[in-house]
């Protein structure tokens, strides 16, 4: 797979996919419902602080806040958002800037587009 086709991977997914999140709930898709109106719920909370961190360079409040959202996004039926926030928590662990700065504004597209398709639904 070229770097290209890898980049354009996540677009292939779904923001929201409840038939995927209700798997986690043995296909109960009224259950990944409900947990999906709680992550999006919180989503605007957790936006304002993972900016706040990132803006003060606050490695320690990203990392608890990226990992609670990564805790969340798993059983939501997110795909896009859970890849996006694997990504940037892994950068954090690893503190490697470059990505962190590469993977920020995805992340932050990926959230909006959770909020924003979740008014769909």
Do not use: W
Not at 4 to 30: H, N, S, W
Not at 69 to 90: H, I, K, M, S
Not at 92 to 105: Q, S, V
């Amino acid at each position: 797979m070229t770097t290209e086709e890898k980049r354009k991977e996540p677009l292939k997914k779904q923001v929201i996919d409840l038939k995927a999140g209700a798997l986690r709930f043995q296909g109960d898709q009224e259950i990944a419902k409900k947990m999906l109106v709680l992550l999006v719920e919180s989503l605007p909370a957790t936006k304002h602080e993972i900016e706040c961190a990132f803006r003060e360079k606050n490695t320690k409040k990203l990392i608890f806040t990226v990992d609670q959202l990564n805790g969340a996004v798993c059983y939501c039926g997110t795909p896009r958002l859970q890849d996006a926030v694997r990504e940037f928590q892994l950068a954090i662990e690893l503190n490697d800037d470059k990505n962190i700065k590469k993977l920020y504004g995805p992340l932050m597209v990926e959230i909006e587009s959770v909020m924003d398709n979740f008014k769909k639904i």
